[in-house]
């Protein structure tokens, strides 16, 4: 009997190692002597540590709660009906003026000055490391495919989560694409996943890297990293300013609010549209996502002139209504007079023209604001 279950316990821990060793964790072990000397970041035994104190778990008290509103609370995480989406029968306009287009969630494509930058690419259906493991995608096809896309200039990553770094689409875009621009060590997944080391540009926070005349900076955030349950924080996070000619842009990838949203601001603002997460915030991880609210007070720290809520009515990820982190942060707007801009899933809009600002979620059928 012992002995079986040693064979059983050894079995169970081959099998768990093997899972781990698969292509979709990437390869976080590549801290070198470079990254470890890198002044612009902070860490402790090998991992990258945020600005200031994180705690990132749930506590003990709101574990049981949380699981039990996950489970029965009844809100209407998803939409009951498939959210619609436009598509984009082609990435470049050609016309000079720098366009912004929303794909859902944190998944945009800009072209400024000319150049192609394509954020947080995600096509798959799913962010998780398996197909068949949710979270699902609201809607079954993206405005483009991969495949539709002939040539980006620049593919940008905010940090290593599923929802923001999927293996299939960085492989996809591997012939596509110059330059992978990325946080310190998320080269290791690229480089596991068979990006020549010639098209990642790996920066801590604060340094930059130019695209011709445009000038990509990344910036600190407040949040963490990993792929498995081995490699918390052994990657970076970011977010960027994207400085061109006419436009300077941010986005915020994910973040929790902190002070450092003003430092950006002062240091690299103003900003003629931020790009910043609206959705996946909860009472029980308050430090690493922001609450709507907040959304709005990063946007003016960040000395903001028009405010794009990103990562939310694609995926669920925490347990508001799909749509309750929109409808907060249009009336916390409204209260402070900001500009709000809230393009459908797909639809490009020019930085010279009319921004969008259709509340199209209300105009699903079957679906009540929260």
């Known amino acids: 009997m012992i002995r079986r279950i040693l064979l059983f316990i050894i079995a169970v821990m081959v099998a768990g190692c093997a899972v781990l060793n698969m292509d979709t964790f990437g390869d976080s072990n590549?801290?070198?002597?470079?990254?470890?000397?890198?002044?612009?970041?902070?860490?402790?035994?090998?991992?990258?540590?945020?600005?200031?104190?994180?705690?990132?778990?749930?506590?003990?008290?709101?574990?049981?709660?949380?699981?039990?509103?996950?489970?029965?609370?009844?809100?209407?995480?998803?939409?009951?009906?498939?959210?619609p989406v436009q598509r984009l029968d082609s990435p470049v306009v050609g016309d000079g003026a720098t366009h912004v287009t929303w794909m859902g969630h944190s998944t945009l494509l800009i072209e400024l000055d000319g150049k192609t930058v394509l954020l947080d690419p995600v096509f798959s259906s799913n962010a998780s490391p398996f197909s068949w493991l949710p979270p699902r995608s609201f809607y079954p096809e993206m405005p483009i495919s991969p495949e539709a896309i002939d040539h980006v200039d620049a593919v940008v990553i905010s940090h290593d989560h599923y929802d923001h770094l999927d293996m299939h689409s960085i492989k996809a875009l591997a012939d596509k694409t110059d330059r992978f621009i990325v946080p310190l060590a998320v080269g290791g997944h690229l480089r596991r996943w068979g990006i020549a080391e010639e098209k990642i540009t790996e920066l801590g926070w604060w340094k930059s890297t130019t695209l011709d005349s445009i000038t990509l900076t990344a910036t600190p955030t407040r949040h963490f990293s990993g792929r498995s349950l081995m490699d918390k924080n052994r990657t970076l996070w970011a977010g960027w300013a994207i400085r061109?000619?006419?436009?300077?842009?941010?986005?915020?990838?994910?973040?929790?609010?902190?002070?450092?949203?003003?430092?950006?601001?002062?240091?690299?603002?103003?900003?003629?549209?931020?790009?910043?997460?609206?959705?996946?915030?909860?009472?029980?991880?308050p430090n690493i996502h922001m609450f709507p609210e907040q959304t709005a007070q990063a946007?003016?720290?960040?000395?903001?002139?028009?405010?794009?809520?990103?990562?939310?009515?694609?995926?669920?990820?925490?347990?508001?209504?799909?749509?309750?982190?929109?409808?907060?942060?249009?009336?916390?707007a409204r209260k402070q007079n900001l500009t709000i801009v809230t393009p459908r899933i797909g639809q490009r809009f020019a930085m010279?023209?009319?921004?969008?600002?259709?509340?199209?979620?209300?105009?699903?059928?079957?679906t009540p604001s929260p």
Request: proline share 6%; net charge negative; with cysteine.
């Open 30 to 83: 590549t801290m070198n002597s470079i990254i470890e000397r890198e002044e612009s970041v902070r860490m402790e035994n090998g991992r990258f540590l945020n600005t200031v104190p994180t705690p990132q778990g749930i506590e003990t008290e709101n574990i049981w709660s949380t699981l039990h509103s996950w489970f029965f609370d009844g809100k209407l995480r998803t939409p009951r009906v498939e959210i």
């Open 299 to 332: 946007h003016i720290d960040l000395r903001g002139k028009a405010l794009m809520p990103i990562h939310w009515s694609r995926f669920d990820l925490a347990l508001h209504p799909w749509n309750a982190s929109v409808e907060r942060l249009e009336t916390a």
């Open 244 to 285: 061109g000619r006419d436009n300077t842009l941010y986005f915020g990838g994910d973040s929790g609010f902190f002070p450092g949203f003003k430092e950006i601001g002062e240091r690299l603002g103003p900003f003629d549209l931020t790009m910043l997460e609206c959705g996946a915030y909860d009472p029980a991880w």
């Open 352 to 366: 010279n023209g009319e921004l969008p600002a259709t509340a199209w979620w209300r105009e699903i059928s079957d």
